[in-house]
């Protein structure tokens, strides 16, 4: 599914504007980068699950092209982990 068939379903499911639906989607992604930005990175939507900002250490990999070993950097990912509410509806 595309962002452009989401802020349709979710118009359609609403009642409202696409207009106004694209406006509430783009309002949730910011507000979930912005709690995601902060020390602890966490949110949770009880029913549909949690986006949590992780650490992944530094290490070694190896460039599948050349065979040549590589340095990757540490960094933040974002992990999320379905609710008991979403694994259940799939």
């Keep these: 599914m595309t ?13 409202i504007s696409k207009a106004a639906a694209n406006k509430a989607l783009d ?4 507000s979930v980068k912005k709690a995601l ?3 602890d990175g966490k949110l949770t939507l009880v029913g ?15 460039n599948p092209a050349t065979g040549e070993k590589i340095k990757i950097k540490a960094r933040n990912v974002v ?8 694994k259940d509806a799939i």
């Design 3 to 15: 962002k452009a068939e989401l802020v349709e379903q979710m118009a359609k499911d609403a009642g």
């Design 27 to 30: 309002a949730f992604v910011a």
């Design 37 to 39: 930005k902060k020390k």
């Design 48 to 62: 549909f699950g949690t986006f949590s900002k992780v650490r992944r250490k530094a290490r070694k990999g190896v």
């Design 79 to 86: 992990r999320f982990k379905p609710g008991k509410g979403l």
